[in-house]
């Protein structure tokens, strides 16, 4: 036997640059931000000793004067105590700045400190950069973090704060940047295709700098980070325990990018567009943003219709939920998602902004209990204290507001990392812990999650017959031609055949039908009420396939609770330039209609 492939699915190493911004009490000419971290650099302090026997490194940029970078260099997060060392560590350095920093005659802070004289020359991101293995992986990791990119913006954007409190607002940093933008979808990370990207931004945004995207390909050289994938949406976080669950979910990511590798799939294609306006409205109002929205045609022809923004809080919690089977092979502690999911989803479930979901809910609430936390002073002094850049500070103002609360998410989070998700046709465990009432039917799927769902490697028959039945249960018109279509052509390829029943379930058509009655409608039915689901297909000329639709418009629905998707409605060049239409549509049976 040969070994033809090696495919690793665990997490390789990540660099973390955590970045902090330098403020002068006193500036003068010549005792600026930009000389302190000058003197700094020439004299740095004595850093402690990593996992690996490194040394974390102090740097800076030459686009944030007053701002500089404690950086790892590669480390290993593959389980909780390696993540427990890297973080204590990385704490420790802060402090060792921090204290280094005071002894310059400045305050090492979090960006975004209101009263300077320029207040947002210290506004910088925390860097993280992720190492790859080959152009695939390279592709697949910047698609796959440009997909989400505004969910990633809402929950990481951080806010300018100040005695008056914290601006409201998504980032900060994004909404003054001229030197970043929004990250181009790669169709491979060949020389040549990068090239392309290159000219393309510098015809869009006068910036031909690949590094000028919000996932940088080839990594931050500048950061030391050649050769990696970085990371650039995250703003700087206050904590050393916020920036670790965030490097938590940047190696989730990564290795969702690695599984579609090994199954051969790509990411789908969001247009540029929508990619921009998301992010747009993210950076704005963080998680107060409405996303999508967006008009797409219809399968049918018909005028564009209005698709349902949703919440960029639901977003996250898609992202977050999506990533939960890869934050069980990376070994994942409730403590260490508590930071990413229990604000989140508390915020949720009550319906109120009781609850803190990220680092600018909590400086606001902060701000609120005492108008002093946010002061250079109280906050300075906290950089300079390892165990308090280590403290969950998110989680213990959560515990503070609802204790009992609490204590049940971090029950249900702990449920959902010993388990596996619950499938279709299984409660969910977040609507029990919300108080829905607990119930074998899966819940109702829109058409992207239903596409999400049905996208898992060897997903069984039963269950895709499961998400079909919950899909239907979303009511409105069932029709899946435009979510595939957004897919890109080669994952929409392979959906379809995960939809398609086997041969016996598939009946061919050649006429529009004229009633359910019909014998080939009713022997579509028959199979399906019988196998729980069938395909009916019509292949004819070009100009019927507007007599399919029709039809099918006019039947409404179809008897004894059988529902019917619209999967394909399509044209090809037949023989002698033929041009013809296939038009496909599954018939679901629900449960007690194929199970009795």
Not at 449 to 462: G, N, S, T
């Amino acid at each position: 036997m040969a070994l033809v492939a090696v495919s690793r699915s665990g997490p390789l190493r990540q660099r973390i640059a955590k970045g902090y911004g330098v403020h002068v009490p006193d500036p003068r000419p010549g005792h600026g931000p930009a000389e302190l971290i000058a003197a700094l650099l020439a004299n740095p302090p004595l850093m402690p000793t990593l996992p690996d026997g490194g040394t974390c490194v102090l740097r800076t940029g030459t686009r944030a004067r007053a701002a500089l970078w404690i950086d790892t260099g590669r480390v290993s997060l593959h389980d909780a105590a390696a993540r427990t060392r890297v973080a204590g560590v990385l704490a420790a350095a802060v402090a060792a700045v921090a204290v280094a920093v005071r002894g310059l005659g400045g305050l090492l802070l979090p960006t975004g400190w209101l009263q300077q004289p320029d207040p947002l020359a210290g506004l910088c991101a925390d860097l993280h950069s992720v190492e790859v293995l080959g152009p695939v992986q390279r592709e697949l990791l910047t698609n796959t973090v440009r997909e989400h990119t505004a969910p990633l913006i809402a929950l990481t954007g951080r806010q300018l704060y100040g005695p008056g409190g914290v601006t409201p607002g998504g980032s900060a940093r994004l909404s003054r940047s001229f030197g970043q933008v929004a990250t181009r979808y790669l169709d491979s990370c060949s020389p040549a295709h990068l090239d392309r990207v290159r000219t393309r931004l510098h015809q869009e945004e006068r910036l031909g700098r690949l590094e000028a995207m919000d996932v940088n390909p080839l990594g931050e050289a500048e950061a030391g980070a050649r050769d990696d994938v970085t990371v650039r949406l995250f703003d700087a976080q206050v904590t050393v325990s916020g920036a670790l669950a965030h490097a938590l979910l940047v190696q989730a990511l990564s290795m969702s990018s690695r599984e579609l590798e090994r199954t051969g799939r790509r990411v789908r294609v969001v247009p540029q567009p929508v990619i921009e306006r998301d992010r747009a409205r993210a950076v704005a109002h963080g998680f107060a943003a409405e996303l999508g929205g967006d008009e797409g045609r219809r399968g049918d022809g018909a005028p564009p219709a209005p698709v349902k923004a949703r919440p960029a809080a639901q977003a996250v919690r898609e992202l977050l939920h999506r990533l939960m089977p890869f934050f069980r092979q990376l070994e994942a502690t409730v403590d260490e998602l508590a930071p990413l999911f229990i604000g989140v989803e508390l915020a949720e479930s009550a319906g109120t902004t009781t609850f803190v979901r990220n680092e600018n809910d909590l400086l606001a609430r902060w701000w609120s209990h005492d108008a002093t936390a946010l002061t250079p002073e109280r906050l300075g002094q906290g950089l300079t204290m390892p165990d308090w850049l280590t403290t969950d500070q998110v989680s213990a103002m959560n515990r503070h507001a609802s204790a009992g609360r609490w204590a049940g998410a971090r029950v249900w989070l702990a449920e959902r990392l010993t388990h596996p998700d619950p499938g279709p046709g299984r409660p969910d465990s977040a609507g029990v812990r919300a108080g829905a009432k607990d119930t074998t039917r899966a819940a109702p799927l829109t058409g992207e999650q239903f596409l999400d769902r049905v996208a898992e490697p060897d997903l069984p028959a039963a269950q895709v017959l499961d998400a079909l039945r919950a899909y239907c249960r979303g009511g409105g018109v069932l029709d899946l031609v435009r979510p595939l279509r957004s897919r890109g052509r080669d994952d929409a390829r392979a959906l379809r055949r995960v939809l398609r029943p086997r041969g016996e379930q598939r009946v061919q058509a050649t006429e529009p039908l004229s009633s359910w009655d019909d014998s080939t409608a009713d022997r579509a039915l028959s199979t399906a009420r019988e196998k729980g689901w069938a395909l009916l297909r019509w292949d004819l000329p070009e100009q019927d396939r507007a007599r399919v639709r029709k039809a099918l418009r006019s039947l409404g629905r179809a008897p004894d609770g059988v529902r019917h998707i619209l999967l394909t409605d399509t044209t090809y060049t037949g023989r002698e330039n033929e041009r013809r239409g296939t038009v496909e549509v599954l018939l679901v049976a629900p449960p007690e209609e194929a199970d009795r």
